[in-house]
């Protein structure tokens, strides 16, 4: 390759002038629908309209084609019917236009013949044109002033992580979903049928691209398998990539055919691609969202033996039980470690064993971050996970004490600075009534600030030791016993 | 038994009066937060405080013994340290009080000498007390006006579900998490180490007791297996038992005994209870939540055969693949329905198949009900599931097209009144931003119009799944091969 992709893909994703194939007088197409949303986005660049009849729409000029267009076009967004695709890439062809993104439907997922036209535009393309789609929701590139159809609200900061997707459902969910570990992207593409550009190609622009540290995917199919295998492998230990294959199940392939008209592969293939390249495995949206998301926060490592604290004895109970599955150790206090934690807590209603329990998560600030200290400190511990120790509720029911609550998050915060340990704070959603949404805007509050100091936050024990297991497994695939701090 | 539990009990659930023993002239001892939380959930009875030397605290008048209040006590809370409940519950016992609560830790679940003392409890007691506790979170009991400490802000209607917990932790959570389903309580019991009422006692009251037709229990340990196996087996097909069994990991038992002094018990002695008696299994907190609560929703059946609907691809993969796991079936859709489906949705980015994708989750109203009756109709399916076809964050994304979502909403409820399967519906929690919490207030809402509906609304697919495998398994189970409508 003589031209790097970060050269190449640079019209596709920060493009100085977009042109919008698919609008219509009536307001309400798709196109439009995107020129709305693009400007609200607040993309700089230049916008052309094109439309075989109309000279102006929405206050813009519009273009009869893409070749009219008098000025030099980066970006064509193709959402017009199926059938006129191919005529649109001939023209963007012979505009010399570098890169399209193709929202329409209709091709090799819905028949025979969609199938031949998807090949079609591949061959009027030529290698010319970098092709996103067809049958996709395209590119959010917070850095381009580019957005993806319902994506007028997306943050406009850049970020660290970049998404390869052939959903574009699940995109906007992971994009949404983000704001839960505060997670901003460098690029998120939804590239559906992928005629061109896919998950080879996609993958290997972010392995060289500097602002990106962690890929996270969806995939339904796979184009060229060995290559992809050895990109995902070069980048082992240096930019994790997160996959969840979408497919795997016999019905899984039927319902991948039906949406993005990929091959899903066999599941003894994709076990065997997992191991080989060390991606990480996910199989679910959570999943790839809390996984992903603990590579921003946690430092390399290959944690297993695990503290927990909290305001109760039922959910130590819990904890430990859901630790088997994952095969990790809750070691048992040594009688140094109890007599420590004997001083804080009362005798009774309480444990100074691990896990550990406060007895109720009103434990007082200075004691918090003191426990803190001393069970992280603890040499047979590689993380700490605390939970129920915020309790957010209280703002209902004991008005008078949210000045605790304050200073416990505080407290935490502070502690976490001098642990040189992973630090993970389960912040349940304790509340579902329609009649306490502030006890979830309290608790999103706690969690922002807890992320803000730089502490992994998840809402659940299950979540959050997935997540650990998962970042582990990496770690120790990618050759690191145990974090040597 | 000559005297039924529910007289027997009586007392304990519906006190015409209560004893308050621990509180403070200081104002923060349990106690007082205990009579504090009673007085602003509503209780009608009559309270009495007992303390060594005060005359009057927080207004009440206090009495230097249980023994020394004039009238009659049906209820005693207790709250005092370890050593004082011995002659406590003698002074009850003096009095002829039928029933205590004791709140107060530091018995078996802390040393030997703790056992001792609960020995000592009982032996005093001598069979003319029922006691809940000690170690626990006492009683919550809509009906009674009676309340446990974090429980101010209680519904205060009664409902169908019964619950027995060793937690106290858990319990609360229950109570609130219980708002997602709109589910209410007939009895909810913390019982914490079980001197006296334990789970064996407590089901036995709830298999007497009419208003309640669900029971659910978080259990550490066991008493009379014998005699509880026996007692979920006579309730089989009548009244389900939902059982989260905590501590079945080695490390579990570890806690469990650090918590309420339990013996756990061994994998293989509840594996053959749960398959003899008939409870139903469930492993995490919201697992119990979700499972207990489809029993208010469903008619009794196994349903295996589901069809999937929503708007948009990726989202059928998922769920196909998630249904491998727990052996639903998801039947390809026949000549017949593919053409019925297909004169209502566009004929590009949709799925015509079964997983059913409308493309986008904007189907207008009207269409939307007739798909749900066309696959609801078709005689392969057993149970109906929706998904992502409420996108309140329209409201932020395209406020103009609020009346539509309104309208889908409608459209459901209509069409569920039409359609003789099992409905479930999957409101997907979207956006997780501080800033974005009028969408998850608005999805509340949705949930809630649903639910009043008799819709059953959970927030994942997994989650639905789960549940339905669970409930499926039950009436199996109970001799139910499939529904007859």
């Known amino acids: 390759m003589s031209k790097s992709l970060l050269d190449e893909l640079r019209p596709l994703f920060y493009p100085e002038s977009v042109a919008i194939v698919g609008v219509s007088t009536s307001a309400d197409g798709a196109g439009n629908r995107f020129l709305q949303t693009l400007k609200k986005f607040g993309y ?6 094109v439309h075989p009849t109309a000279t102006e729409i929405e206050g813009l000029k519009a273009y009869p084609s893409v070749r009219d267009i008098p000025e030099k076009v980066d970006l064509v967004n193709i959402s017009a019917p199926a059938p006129y695709v191919p ?17 329409t439907a209709g091709f090799r997922e819905v028949s025979e013949d969609g199938r031949k036209l998807e090949l079609e535009i591949k061959k009027i393309a030529g290698g010319n044109i970098r092709i996103v789609g067809p049958n996709c929701f395209g590119v959010y590139s917070p850095g381009g002033g580019l957005t993806l159809l319902p994506g007028a609200n997306y943050p406009k900061e850049n970020g660290n992580v970049g998404i390869i997707s052939q959903s574009g459902g699940w995109v906007t969910d992971f994009i949404w979903g983000a704001d839960a570990f505060n997670m901003k992207f460098s ?31 969806y995939l339904e199919g796979i184009n060229d398998g060995d290559r992809f295998r050895k990109t995902v492998s070069s980048l082992r230990g240096i930019k994790p990539v997160i996959i969840w294959k979408g497919g795997l199940s016999e019905t899984g392939k039927r319902a991948v055919n039906s949406h993005t008209g990929s091959l899903a592969g066999n599941r003894s293939v994709w076990n065997a691609f997992f191991k080989q390249s060390g991606a ?40 430990s039980d859901m630790c088997e599955g994952f095969s990790f150790k809750i070691p048992q206090s040594t009688a140094e470690i109890m007599g420590e934690v004997s001083e804080l807590i009362p005798p009774q209603g309480t444990s100074i064993k691990n896990p550990f329990d406060t007895g109720s998560p009103r434990v007082p600030a200075e004691v918090l971050e003191r426990l803190m200290q001393i069970v992280a400190g603890w040499t047979e511990i590689d993380a700490l996970i605390i939970h129920r120790l915020f309790f957010y509720g209280l703002r209902e029911l004991m008005g008078e004490h949210l000045a605790e609550e ?32 502030d006890i979830e805007r309290d608790r999103r509050n706690v969690r922002d600030a807890l992320l803000n100091a730089g502490i ?21 695939g990618a050759g690191m016993k145990r974090k040597v701090s």
């Open 456 to 476: 992994y936050v998840t809402p659940n024990v299950y979540r959050a030791l997935r997540a650990l297991y998962n970042y582990s497994e990496y770690w120790k």
């Open 187 to 217: 690029q998120v593409v939804s590239y559906g049928n992928g005629v061109d550009l896919n998950e080879v190609s996609l993958l290997e622009y972010f392995a060289e691209d500097p602002n990106t540290t962690v890929v996270a995917a």
């Open 87 to 103: 005529q649109i890439i001939a023209d963007c062809v012979a505009k010399g236009v570098p890169a399209v993104e193709i929202f």
């Open 280 to 319: 990480v495995q996910v199989s679910s949206f959570e999943e790839l969202l809390d996984t992903t998301a603990i590579f921003n926060y946690l430092t390399p490592g290959n944690y297993r033996n695990l503290a927990f604290m909290g305001g109760g004895g039922g959910i130590g109970v819990a904890a």
């Open 44 to 49: 700089r660049g230049r916008i052309y309209l």
């Open 406 to 437: 304050d200073a416990r998050v505080a407290a935490v915060i502070k502690a976490k600075q001098r642990i040189d340990k992973p630090l993970l704070v389960v912040l349940e959603e304790l509340a579902y009534g329609s009649d306490k949404i």
